[in-house]
Each structure stands twice: as C-alpha cells, then as structure tokens.
C-alpha cells in the first residue's frame, strides 16, 4: 500500500511536469510491452500472455504465448519466444510461415520486421490483409540494419544498435523504399502514430517527440523532451492518447 501511495503522488506530479496529463492504465501486474493503433491497445505480459483493452479492464487475447504484439492498420501480428510470427484472426493467433521475427509493425497496410540479426523485413499490404492459415508468407527484403520499426502514414522510423535513429517511406503496395535518412539523436525505440506523430525513448529511460513532421518534411527538423518523473520502457501513441510502460511495469495513460 505504501508503495501504491507514493507512486500516486508521483502520478499527480506528473501533471506539472509537462502538457500531458496522465493516469494509471487499468492495473495489470508485470506488463512488458504495449502497443496501440486504429482505435485499439495491446500488451504483452512477463509471462507472454497477451491481452486487449476492453472498456476499463484487459481482456486475454487468443491462446498463443507472445513476446510482443502489435496493432495497426494491417491487423494484429505478434511474435513468439522463437521468433515465430502470428495474425490474428477468427478469435485467435494463427502460425504464419516464411520468415522469423524479432519483432513485428502493423503499419499502414503494410508489415515490417526485424529479425535477431537486425535485417529488415516488409510484407506488402495486400499480402498481409489475403493470408490463409497454412500460407507462407513473402517477405520482401529491405537494405539495412535495425533492431526495432515502426511505420505510419507518412513513413517508417527505426532505430539501430548503436542507438542511431533513421527515416525512410515504406511503399504499402510493394514495399519499396525511399532510400534510409538518418536523423540526430539517438534512441532504443520508436513509435510511430496512425496520425504520424512520432515519439522514442532513449537508453536513461526518458522520452521525446519528433517536431516539425509535415507532408512536405515527413521526417521532421528536432526532437522535444517529454519530462516524466519515472522512467520509461516502451511508449506508443493513438487517438490523442500516450501509453507509457514505466520500467516497473505501470502502464500509464496520457491526453
């Protein structure tokens, strides 16, 4: 209890510490990743199970033990503890064939991954959207090397080992791309927004927005700290709102 007390008072903090205002997510004890798009959120839990936002409370979401799910407009994907990567569909996680996975974007149409090796990888939205339960998959190769993506309507963000942060646009039709811009800063993941808004967090665990986005200048011109008063894990980012995963495994969310 006291230690609930005091993470209260550092929540109303919160408040005063920037623009958002933020409130504890429906509890779920040992969250390890979330993900949210078109209209939806997800998470993964420290012992793989997956679940959905549903009203105030976290619904199980299919059967299938995932170390990570995602959310967007081709769908929901998500990838085992061997790296095996899963749609969603008919009420439960299928195997798909074709290609391992480290971790998986449902972008816009389109599907991109990382594999353990930090090659990247894209199924094209037609694809993604026609899969059958016994279809392989045919995962176009993309030049390159990260260790986490994320696409949105105005183009894909990723961050590589070395924690160099890089912007290119993803065809959804063929998966072709507009050729890798690296931009300053560093990072260990990034979000992208089904509105484009872009956000990372670096290695300390605090948090930044990507400014000046725009249709003529998609990968922006500088980022703008987020201050938060915990530090942060993973963040994502739809329909106005900001999920945080604090390193303790508090799910935060923030108008």
């Known amino acids: 209890m006291k230690a609930l007390a005091t993470f209260l008072v550092l929540l109303n903090y919160f408040t005063r510490c920037h623009g958002w205002i933020c409130t504890t997510a429906p509890e779920h004890v040992a969250a390890a990743q979330v993900d949210a798009g078109n209209g939806m959120v997800v998470m993964t839990d420290k012992n793989s199970n997956a679940f959905f936002l549903s009203d105030s409370s976290w619904s199980k979401l299919g059967s299938v033990p995932l170390k990570h799910v995602t959310v967007g407009y081709a769908g929901v994907w998500g990838v085992d503890l061997n790296n095996n990567v899963y749609k969603f569909a008919a009420g439960d996680f299928f195997p798909t064939r074709g290609l391992e996975l480290m971790q998986v974007d449902a972008g816009e149409g389109q599907v991109v991954g990382v594999t353990s090796q930090n090659s990247i990888h894209c199924l094209k939205a037609s694809s993604a959207s026609s899969i059958e339960e016994e279809g392989v998959l045919n995962w176009n190769t993309i030049t390159g090397a990260l260790m986490y993506m994320s696409c949105g309507?105005?183009?894909?963000?990723?961050?590589?080992?070395?924690?160099?942060?890089?912007?290119?646009?993803?065809?959804?039709?063929?998966?072709?791309?507009?050729?890798?811009?690296?931009?300053?800063?560093?990072?260990?993941?990034?979000?992208?927004?089904?509105?484009?808004?872009?956000?990372?967090?670096?290695?300390?665990?605090?948090?930044?927005?990507?400014?000046?986005?725009?249709e003529a200048v998609p990968q922006g011109t500088g980022w703008s700290q987020i201050t938060f008063c915990v530090s942060i894990k993973h963040v994502t980012y739809d329909l106005g709102r900001l999920w945080l995963l604090t390193n303790t495994g508090v799910i935060l969310n923030c108008i």
């Open 153 to 214: 309507p105005l183009g894909c963000w990723g961050v590589n080992s070395g924690q160099n942060i890089f912007f290119t646009k993803v065809s959804p039709d063929n998966c072709s791309i507009s050729g890798w811009r690296q931009t300053d800063g560093a990072a260990v993941k990034v979000e992208v927004g089904t509105d484009g808004r872009v956000f990372v967090v670096i290695q300390s665990g605090h948090v930044y927005e990507r400014t000046g986005i725009s």
